[in-house]
């Protein structure tokens, strides 16, 4: 792999992959330990430049598709994406891992996770989050999915906690349904990059002197990326034998509808992806296995399901709630 | 309805929009005699300014969903939309019948067909068409589609049907499939506006003199939106009754996943509406009732599917063949 960056930036790259491809066994090896089925494996080459491997369960007893992906990918830029991506010269690296969990049961939430680290040039950020879609919102576990990831921010700098949880609210959020995609978590992007690489973002938070350190922030990545699937797989646990019926299915079909319109309008990741011709069936792995859109589909006011949109509706500092 | 343009302009506007809305009527009347069953209709302001009739049947014996969309919507321009709509001034009008038809059945084609008048300041423009897209492809119908539309076309410009045909080809194309969404037909846009405003376009077919005269071209929309479905409900009536199972209904679930992606990741109708704060419900009518998506998923060397699917990818001059 050739590209010309500087000796410290090349070492965190370096450092950064071999992360990201251990990070992706130890998920799997998790998930597959809760599910009790076995992933596939897909190792595939990116023709402009690196590769990744893919890795899936579908149909499993607990989730119905799940995909775990890491590649290191790097090449030149098409025009389109030199200039909307922060950085300069032609060439451009990122690599890292990306996870969406589809369960089968409706009481089970969908989580997306995500660390990432890109360069280009002299510019170099690492970015990520995770957030978590329930079709039926249980107070205590959003707030326990919230406290999770506030607790693993605390241990590396106070302000990141509230900025990332907010970032989340701004970012996984649907305008032309002024609807959040779920209960939230954290996002963020461009850590280590400088306030001007987040110069085409609708409304960053501002940037903190803490971030300014690549080293601190791989650290926190690192932490994030080791820790972030432990409320989740706490979660699943408690709800997967609750029962569900058609009705139950139904609403998850048609909330998965909402995911797949998120992801495929907005989520800068598959843009991203799909951007620098990535590997499609990786990329879209994330869409949910089976969907449904019905016209003018609106919960009845009262029932559980409405209950469920108004309380994802309301982006509560779960973190804070009694719970 | 106050909108500061020409008075020629004006009436041109009044009489297209007057136009769509017969039209809609009239196509919802002949589906309706085609499926048996009814459609709701739903009529809605747009807060900025218009509003629409959308018409839709769910669940139908022949199909599984089917809109049908009037909208006359028009006010100011959101910065974004301001720099890529061509034309000049902060207002635009829109108008325009879109539909499409979902049927349950795996052997009978989706159809997509839309007529539209768009106006920004001065500049006035006619856009639309018509593709197929079936699950199944027999090339007697693609064949009969297309002559149809070549039929139309022909009666009022030779130069018109090669031209759309080749636009519907790259219009209706999925660049991270490297797949075309169906078998195609006819789509064309700018019409009357004069080449300048093909400027955005990626590559437009070049303008031609027949297209300067506003009045001659929506002779020809009108000519089309009356014509348009005529070819379709006859393939739905050949194939209704022909025989499907799970595989056929699988394998229909998993391209209308590609219907999907088209319209939220390309579609320039969906993305218009999304942006210009359209009604939500009657834009994304159009995606499919149910689809799924599946890692890695594809047809069998040799199998109907793959047959079918090579038949897509050919992009061949239907019109010309034997059939």
Same mark, same amino acid.
């Given at each position: 792999?050739?590209? !010309?960056?500087?000796?410290?930036?090349?070492?965190?790259?370096?450092?950064?992959?071999?992360?990201?491809?251990?990070?992706?066994?130890?998920?799997?090896?998790?998930?597959?330990?809760?599910?009790?089925? %076995?992933?596939?494996?897909?190792?595939?080459?990116? +023709? $402009?430049?690196?590769?990744?491997?893919?890795?899936?369960?579908?149909?499993?007893?607990?989730?119905?598709?799940?995909?775990?992906?890491?590649?290191?990918?790097?090449?030149?830029?098409?025009?389109?994406?030199?200039?909307?991506?922060?950085?300069?010269?032609? #060439?451009?690296? !990122?690599?890292?891992?990306?996870?969406?969990?589809?369960? %089968?049961?409706?009481?089970?939430?969908?989580?997306?996770?995500?660390?990432?680290?890109?360069? %280009?040039?002299?510019?170099?950020?690492?970015?990520?989050? #995770?957030? *978590?879609?329930?079709?039926?919102?249980?107070?205590?576990?959003? #707030?326990?999915?919230?406290?999770?990831?506030?607790?693993?921010?605390?241990?590396?700098?106070?302000?990141?906690? +509230?900025?990332?949880?907010?970032?989340?609210?701004?970012?996984?959020?649907?305008?032309?349904?002024?609807? /959040?995609?779920?209960?939230?978590?954290?996002?963020?992007?461009?850590?280590?990059?400088?306030?001007?690489?987040?110069?085409?973002? /609708?409304?960053?938070? +501002?940037?903190?002197?803490?971030?300014?350190?690549?080293?601190?922030?791989?650290?926190?990545?690192?932490?994030?990326?080791?820790?972030?699937?432990?409320?989740? !797989?706490?979660?699943?646990?408690? %709800?997967? !034998?609750?029962?569900?019926?058609?009705?139950?299915?139904?609403?998850?079909?048609?909330?998965?509808?909402?995911?797949?319109?998120?992801?495929?309008?907005?989520?800068?990741?598959?843009?991203? &992806?799909?951007?620098?011709?990535?590997?499609?069936?990786?990329?879209?792995?994330?869409?949910?296995?089976?969907?449904?859109?019905?016209? &003018?589909?609106?919960?009845? +006011?009262?029932?559980?399901?409405?209950?469920? *949109?108004?309380?994802?509706?309301?982006?509560?500092?779960?973190?804070?709630?009694? $719970?």
């Amino acid at each position: 792999m050739t590209t !010309a960056t500087d000796p410290k930036s090349a070492d965190l790259e370096t450092r950064a992959s071999a992360f990201f491809r251990e990070l992706q066994e130890k998920i799997v090896s998790g998930l597959q330990d809760l599910d009790g089925g %076995r992933f596939r494996e897909d190792v595939w080459d990116r +023709p $402009g430049g690196g590769g990744g491997r893919s890795r899936v369960l579908a149909d499993g007893a607990l989730f119905e598709k799940a995909g775990v992906n890491f590649s290191e990918v790097f090449g030149s830029l098409q025009p389109h994406m030199a200039q909307s991506l922060p950085g300069e010269g032609p #060439t451009f690296h !990122a690599t890292g891992v990306s996870l969406v969990l589809h369960p %089968r049961s409706p009481r089970v939430p969908t989580v997306h996770a995500n660390v990432r680290f890109i360069q %280009r040039g002299k510019t170099a950020w690492f970015g990520g989050g #995770t957030d *978590l879609t329930p079709y039926y919102v249980v107070p205590e576990d959003a #707030t326990a999915f919230h406290r999770a990831l506030k607790g693993i921010c605390d241990r590396h700098e106070q302000s990141l906690f +509230p900025r990332f949880k907010r970032w989340c609210d701004r970012y996984f959020f649907l305008p032309h349904r002024n609807e /959040p995609r779920g209960v939230g978590g954290i996002f963020f992007d461009y850590l280590g990059a400088g306030a001007e690489a987040t110069a085409g973002e /609708p409304s960053p938070p +501002p940037a903190t002197k803490w971030e300014e350190d690549s080293e601190r922030v791989f650290g926190f990545v690192r932490d994030l990326g080791l820790g972030m699937m432990d409320a989740y !797989a706490a979660i699943a646990t408690r %709800r997967r !034998a609750d029962p569900w019926g058609d009705n139950e299915r139904e609403w998850q079909l048609l909330r998965r509808g909402r995911y797949a319109e998120f992801n495929l309008i907005y989520d800068r990741g598959t843009l991203f &992806g799909l951007k620098t011709d990535g590997r499609t069936e990786s990329i879209l792995m994330s869409l949910p296995p089976e969907v449904r859109w019905r016209y &003018g589909a609106a919960p009845l +006011p009262g029932s559980p399901e409405a209950l469920s *949109l108004a309380s994802i509706c309301s982006q509560r500092d779960w973190a804070d709630d009694p $719970g």
